[in-house]
């Protein structure tokens, strides 16, 4: 879809979920199909072209989990166009002017406009890649790791038992002092169990299963499986 085609949607900023069969940039930017003659583009590839006839507002683009592939290689077109003067990207058709599927004219190469700002999310597991340092030389990292419990605390509004967040909070402060401490989707996942289980476990039983299947497993030695 579009950008901005559904109700309340920001026209100004795209998500994009990376896949970890990203190899190369067709896969980010789209591709020129020789047995029809038109190109493929896909929602970045759009988002792009409006961004660059609306030089006048800024548009954000975030790649979600963006080192599930290797970003260096599906980037490469970009990291290379931020390096020139004209900023162009060469989207690999025959010819300076090509028609997208829907009609549209698409400039070869397509210059990268300079009111689009792109950002990242990274994780650090044995699901993603660590980051190059051809990409880290042009990319800024910002490590998020501060969680402000009693931020959190205020503005839940479900009942929750004060032992079991209590419990919570001394956990939280131990994983933090071993370099594991987990996040705000971890602790909102852990409320949403001992949602669902009120009635049928107690809190401090259902938050022991969730300490169990969520927390403890991030504790593993360099030699665990």
């Known amino acids: 879809d579009t950008p901005g085609e559904r109700p309340g949607e920001n026209e100004h900023y795209l998500l994009v979920a990376v896949q970890p069969d990203w190899h190369n940039a067709r896969d980010l930017l789209g591709y020129y199909n020789a047995l029809t003659s038109k190109f493929h583009p896909t929602p970045l590839l759009r988002f792009l ?12 683009v975030c790649l979600d989990e963006m080192n599930l592939a290797r970003p260096e290689y599906y980037l490469a077109p970009i990291l290379s166009a931020l390096e020139t003067e004209d900023h162009l990207l060469d989207l690999g058709a025959p010819s300076a002017s090509v028609e997208t599927v829907s009609g549209e004219q698409l400039t070869n190469p397509f210059r990268l406009p300079l009111n689009v700002r792109i950002t990242g999310t990274v994780n650090v597991d044995e699901s993603t890649h660590t980051l190059s340092d051809k990409l880290l030389d042009r990319a800024n990292v910002i490590e998020l790791t501060d969680v402000d419990l009693a931020a959190f605390r205020e503005q839940y509004r479900e009942p929750l038992s004060e032992e079991a967040w209590g419990t919570i909070a001394q956990v939280h402060a131990i994983m933090a002092r071993a370099g594991q401490a987990f996040g705000y989707r971890t602790i909102g996942e852990i409320l949403r169990y001992l949602e669902q289980a009120r009635g049928v476990l107690p809190p401090m039983q259902a938050l022991d299963q969730q300490i169990k299947q969520k927390i403890l497993p991030k504790l593993r030695g360099d030699d665990t499986p």
């Open 49 to 60: 072209m409006r961004a660059a006839a609306d030089p006048g507002l800024p548009y954000y």
